[in-house]
Every structure is written in structure tokens, then in C-alpha cells.
């Protein structure tokens, strides 16, 4: 993978989250302390600042970078949560992966997760949206770089009736139900960013 | 006992307001006797935690008997398990979150710890208080 495809992928994932931090933050605001958004920005701003540093690293390696970044910048339970999904993925994949490769790679990284987060999928978390991507990636198929984000879109959704069972939003219990999953949300803006640098490639 | 010997305490708060306060309760109780170190805030200084930030802190409350660390709510925990992983690993064993609350369990760890007590003593001291 060259350096300006991972520069693109870095764009558009910070771009992502920076245009939608406002509604991150909402969402968040709805069901847990309504920091999402904010630390999301914060973490990715960071990461878009260390670009040129990250972009030359090998695809590992960059990973990993991202993932420190994450862990340290982020500052919210997102930080070591997402910071942990890089770089496991950082840890699986190799420099040049091809889909099989991507597959294993998010499935152990989503291991890794659930590790962190003490959670498993229908806890109304990012693991609900991550989950069904994977399960789509090991199916295979053609245009997985378009079907993907609206599996990601169609799971954050799923994410609105369920109760909260980890995380800030447990706390509301019953009340956490009506709302989507702030993580799930920022879960599925980053399958759809990945996605689209795939797409136009 | 050397005072270095008793097991460090440190406290993870999201507010830095909360994590100063309950470090003076602590210290109200035992002085200097143990080693201590409170942190929050995020790296912007807002509310959150912050792992580089903890990592300094478990530096700082170090005892060659071990650190007992104090969290309040879930980001504060999960950036702290971040933390542990990240110091060097011949550390790593004799760092533990205790499943307490904040404010009480930072005192009664410490209260313990004073005593020179081994640091399991000191965390189920700390989590008898989940037991109600």
C-alpha cells in the first residue's frame, strides 16, 4: 500500500469524524457524557497531524501508529477502544493485504475489542456495527467496497432499540433504549470513509 | 517499614478537581507515608483521562511493593488498563484497578497501605467496600 493511499485513508476517516463530531456528540449526549464527538475530533486531528510520519511507516506499522495516537489523544473509553482496533489490525495484517487477509485481520482486531471493552456483540456498542462487517468481508463477494458502508449504516441503526449493557449509556438502563449507539455510529462513518478511498481506487 | 516499601496509591478521576480532592482525604489520613499520585482531566485539560498522563502518575506513586490504582467511572478504568499495559512489563504484575469506589476506596487503600500490608490486602481492602 503507498503512501499516498494511506494518506488518503487517514483524510478521509479524520474528515469523516471532524464533520460529524456535532452529531457524535449529540447522539452521546442522548445516552451516555457526551464527549464522543469531541474526542473523536481530537484523537483523529492528531492522527491527520502525524500524517507524514504515519503514511511512511508500512501498513503495520502505520497502524499502530494510529492506534497509539488514538490510546493518548482521544482521552474518553473511544480512545483505548478504537486505539486497540488499530493496532490489532496493525498487529494482523500484512503490508500488502488482499481481502482474506483484511478478514482475519478485523476478526482478531474485534477479539481484541471485546477484550478491551469487556463486551460482546447486541451490548449496543461499536462491536454491533464491526461484527456484521467482518461477517460481510468473510463472505466475500464483488462490491464489497459499496455494500459495506450500508451494512455499517444498517447496524448502527439496529443499534437504536437495543438497551445499553456496557459503558456510560448501562447507567440509563431502560432509558438508553430509542437512542443509536454513539459508537456504533463513529464504527460505521469509518467503514463508510475506508470504503470510499476503496471505492475511488 | 521504609516508607518507599508500603504500595503506592494512585487515584483516576475524569475531573482533576475530584482526583486533587480525593487526594487530600488520602493524605489527611496517612500523610506521607504512602506514595501517591492523583490524576484527571483529558490532554486538553476538559473532562476524560488521559493514558500518557496516568502512565506519569504510576511512575510517580511507584513502590517496589506495587501500586493500587482507584478509578471512578468507565473511560477512567478502560484508559487505566491502557496505562498498565504500556509500563514495562516487570511492572505490570504488581499494578492493580481496584473495583472500588473512588473517594473511599482511594482512603481505605491507603489507610491499608500504611500499614506496610501487601498489595492484594491493600486492593481487597479497597473492594470490601463493593461488598456493602
Known amino acids: 500500500m503507498d503512501q499516498a493511499f494511506k494518506r488518503k485513508l487517514i483524510v478521509a476517516m479524520a474528515d469523516a469524524i471532524i464533520a460529524h463530531a456535532e452529531e457524535l456528540t449529540a447522539l452521546d449526549s442522548a445516552i451516555g457524557d457526551g464527549d464522543h464527538g469531541l474526542n473523536m475530533k481530537r484523537g483523529f486531528e492528531a492522527v491527520l497531524a502525524d500524517a507524514d510520519n504515519i503514511t511512511v511507516k508500512p501498513l503495520p506499522d502505520a497502524l499502530k501508529a494510529i492506534g497509539m495516537t488514538l490510546v493518548m489523544k482521544v482521552g474518553g473509553a473511544s480512545g483505548p477502544l478504537y486505539g486497540t482496533l488499530a493496532m490489532g489490525l496493525g498487529k494482523a495484517l500484512p503490508a500488502e493485504p488482499s481481502v482474506a487477509d483484511a478478514t482475519v485481520a478485523l476478526g482478531r482486531a474485534i477479539e481484541d475489542v471485546k477484550a478491551r471493552g469487556k463486551s460482546q456483540v447486541g451490548q449496543k456498542t461499536m462491536l454491533d456495527v464491526l461484527i456484521p462487517v467482518q461477517a460481510a468481508l468473510a463472505a466475500g463477494g464483488d462490491d464489497l467496497a459499496t455494500r459495506l458502508p450500508a451494512i455499517a449504516a444498517e447496524a448502527a441503526d439496529a443499534t437504536v432499540p437495543t438497551k445499553a449493557i456496557r459503558g456510560r449509556a448501562s447507567f440509563l438502563g431502560e432509558r438508553s433504549i430509542g437512542h443509536m449507539d454513539p459508537g456504533a455510529r463513529s464504527s460505521s462513518l469509518l467503514v463508510q470513509a475506508i470504503c470510499s478511498v476503496f471505492n475511488e481506487a | ?132
Not at chain 2, 496509591?9 to 506521607?32: L, N, T
Not at chain 2, 504484575?93 to 469506589?101: D, Q, T, Y
Not at chain 2, 476506596?105 to 501487601?118: F, I, K, L, R
Open chain 2, 1 to 132: 517499614m521504609s516508607e518507599q516499601k508500603n504500595v503506592g496509591i494512585v487515584i483516576v478521576s475524569h475531573s482533576a478537581k475530584v482526583a486533587e480532592g480525593a487526594a487530600d482525604m488520602v493524605r489527611q489520613m496517612v500523610g506521607d507515608s504512602v506514595p501517591l499520585a492523583a490524576v484527571g482531566g483529558n490532554a486538553d485539560g476538559g473532562l476524560g483521562t488521559d493514558v500518557g498522563a496516568i502512565m506519569g502518575a504510576i511512575d510517580k506513586a511507584w513502590s517496589e511493593s506495587g501500586v493500587a490504582i482507584l478509578v471512578d467511572l468507565g473511560g477512567a478504568e478502560t484508559n487505566s488498563e491502557m496505562a498498565v499495559e504500556m509500563m514495562p512489563e516487570e511492572r505490570r504484575e504488581r499494578i492493580v484497578i481496584c473495583n472500588a469506589p473512588l473517594v473511599e476506596g482511594a482512603v481505605m487503600a491507603a489507610t491499608e497501605a500504611s500499614g506496610g500490608s501487601p498489595l492484594a490486602a491493600v486492593r481487597a481492602t479497597a473492594e470490601e467496600l463493593m461488598g456493602g
